[in-house]
Structures are given as structure tokens and as C-alpha cells.
């Protein structure tokens, strides 16, 4: 790179950003769950202040190709009932500051806005209506897939009378699905 040249950033490496992760995930878990994989260089889980661990890490493998293959089997996996992961390529605030100063979203927003444009929310859902029958109503095509769902419900007070519906947030598989969705 000739003095003067700016790098310009990139949204693939070999390093990887992976959140949600469960609670009491430690270093060396955080490295068997991505293992399969590839050979990693490092795993390391963030602490706080006080060293208790956060839901979130960063995983480096040896190959961009490995953290490639990890991405595409382990962002949005599912862990159980509500929790799922989210994995994307690691960005630095280098990187993040210049895509900035080139007016497009930084790399890091626009990681996040892959994932979380694959989400929708419903509203106004009748109280009768199961978990189950949402799911089977939102999957629409064989192909589809849903990451996650999560019913909720509201209680709205008008004067004496409460008035109670659901809501939910589905994530799909691919923003493709959930543009179909809505």
C-alpha cells in the first residue's frame, strides 16, 4: 500500500463477532462450539468489570474460509427455546470509522441489518391463537424456515375494561422469507 492510500474495509475475515451466547459460555466452550470448523487461532468470551462473562465473544480461525463455513452453519442457530446465536465477521472501529467517512452504513450496522431485517413483528394476535398455529400460519412455503419465535402477550387498560392480544417477533432463515412474510 503506497503512502497516502486509505485501506479500504472489509466485512470478510477471519475473525469472527458471536452473540447471545449462553450463559456461563467460557473460553474454551466458546472454542469447542466452533472447533468443527476449522483450526482456531483464539476464543475469548468478553468480561466486565468484575470479570463475570457477557453474552458475546470473538472467535479467530487460522482461514477465512473456515470462519466462512462457521457463519453459514452457526449465525441464527438456534440454542434452545428463544435463544439463538448471532455470528458474523468481526469489525474493527478502524474499519467501522473509515466506511463511516465513506457515508455508507459501517460495516458493523450493516452485519446487524442483515441479520435483524430477517425479523418481523405481528401485532394485534387474538389471545386463542397458539404458538403452534402462528408457527404453521408464517411458514408458508416448504422451503421456509423460521430461526425463532417468541409470543408475547399485551394487556391494555381502558377504564374498567382490559383488553388483551398477542404479539410476536419471528425471525426467518433469510430476509427473502421474511419479505414474503409481510
Do not use: W
Amino acid at each position: 500500500m503506497k503512502k497516502g492510500d486509505q485501506k479500504k474495509p472489509t466485512s470478510e475475515s477471519n475473525n469472527l463477532f458471536v452473540k447471545n451466547l449462553p450463559a456461563g459460555t467460557t473460553d474454551e466452550k466458546l472454542k469447542a462450539m466452533f472447533e468443527e470448523f476449522g483450526q482456531i487461532i483464539s476464543a475469548s468470551v468478553q468480561r466486565d468489570a468484575q470479570a463475570a462473562l457477557k453474552d458475546y465473544g470473538y472467535v479467530c480461525f487460522k482461514e477465512v474460509a473456515d470462519a466462512k463455513k462457521a457463519i453459514e452453519a452457526m449465525n441464527k442457530k438456534n440454542l434452545g427455546g428463544d435463544q439463538f446465536l448471532i455470528v458474523n465477521f468481526f469489525v474493527s472501529k478502524k474499519d467501522s470509522e473509515l466506511a463511516q467517512g465513506a457515508r455508507t452504513l459501517d460495516p458493523i450496522s450493516q452485519n446487524l441489518t442483515r441479520t435483524f431485517n430477517s425479523n418481523i413483528y405481528v401485532k394485534f394476535i387474538p389471545e386463542h391463537v397458539s404458538e403452534e398455529e402462528l408457527r404453521k400460519k408464517f411458514t408458508f412455503a416448504d422451503d421456509v424456515k423460521i430461526v425463532s419465535l417468541k409470543l408475547n402477550t399485551a394487556v391494555k387498560q381502558f377504564g374498567e375494561t382490559e383488553f388483551k392480544s398477542q404479539y410476536a417477533y419471528i425471525m426467518y432463515d433469510t430476509v427473502a422469507n421474511a419479505q414474503k412474510a409481510i
